[in-house]
């Protein structure tokens, strides 16, 4: 089992910044690829950033793209979202998530992703 938590959501004024972590346990965090999810109220679930074992490979939503970071730090256990000018549509509970590196996925499907973690709300005021 991996256990995933999140941190840093929060209120922040559009064109503002925040950065989201999710802390791993329970099994080696390497062997794990990586992504963030966001659920807005009404909405599905959606694909925002994924990020290989290694951080080798990143991929985006275009949406987010050239706005946000994904990025992973092995030796702490640790994922992190840099969110930088965010705009009111992004408002949504986000989602780290993770899967076995050894499985070859589609890193956009959520049903992809064996481990979630509870989720940390990010609202964006216009």
């Known amino acids: 089992?991996?256990?995933?938590a999140e941190s840093g959501g929060g209120l922040v004024?559009?064109?503002g910044s925040?950065?989201?972590s999710c802390a791993a346990s329970g099994r080696?965090?390497?062997n794990?690829?990586?992504a963030w999810f966001?659920?807005?109220?009404?909405?599905?679930r959606e694909f925002v950033a994924a990020i290989s074992w290694n951080g080798g490979s990143t991929y985006y939503a275009d949406s987010v793209k050239g706005r946000f970071t994904i990025s992973r730090d092995n030796a702490r256990n640790r994922m992190v979202l840099q969110m930088n000018n965010l705009k009111p549509e992004d408002t949504a509970a986000h989602y780290c998530?993770?899967?076995h590196s050894s499985r070859r996925?589609?890193?956009d499907i959520s049903s992809e992703y064996d481990y979630w973690g509870q989720g940390t709300q990010v609202t964006v005021s216009s």
Do not use: N, T
């Open 97 to 99: 998530a993770a899967v």
């Open 28 to 30: 080696p965090f390497s």
């Open 32 to 34: 794990y690829a990586m």
């Open 13 to 15: 004024q559009a064109g």
């Open 18 to 20: 925040l950065r989201l």
């Open 1 to 4: 089992q991996v256990q995933l």
């Open 105 to 107: 996925i589609r890193v």
């Open 38 to 44: 966001r659920q807005a109220p009404g909405k599905d």
